[in-house]
């Protein structure tokens, strides 16, 4: 017997030391101590996330998105779907100057040296699987942070997820109603 075991080569120890890990992977997840990734989702709804473009350049007159449109979002390049626009805000750019004579110490003004240059901040709404790491879209985690491209019939602007939200119907509604931002940026 001793003579068989000197003739099992370093490898077959190997091969044998993972059926034996595998084996045991296996009793854990059959005996739900191991979770696996489709038993981690605890809910799945609707959430609404925030995507901030920074410094977009428009020289038109009007806004290429706008509320209740559809907008094609790409999440770290990966091409996702269509998304319900919700919000739509935007603002010139501002640069801080000092104020010798008021209350506060600077204050906000226009930035006339980047004369067509818009920061926008749209809300889009979709549907997601929620894990104890965060929300799930279309097999990627959403963030506060990462990179995501919005595409339209006439516009692609690359951006950041700024804010994220789980919703429900009603606050969808409300968003609606509160802000509506005017399509034209004059």
Known sequence: MIAKLKEIKPIDWIILAGILIAIIVGFLTFSHIRQTAGKQIEATSKIGFQVFLRSVTITGNKLPM???EKTFL???NV??????VIDVKYDTKKVVLPNAKGKEPFTMVDDVSQAFSYDILLTIVDTAKITKDGAV???NKIKIGIPVTIEGQNYRFNGVISDIQI???EVQNENKDV???PDSLT
């Open 66 to 68: 706008k509320n209740g």
């Open 74 to 76: 790409t999440i770290r």
């Open 79 to 84: 091409p996702y779907k269509d998304l319900d």
């Open 137 to 139: 879209v279309g097999g």
């Open 167 to 169: 919703i429900n119907d």
């Open 179 to 181: 802000k509506k931002t």
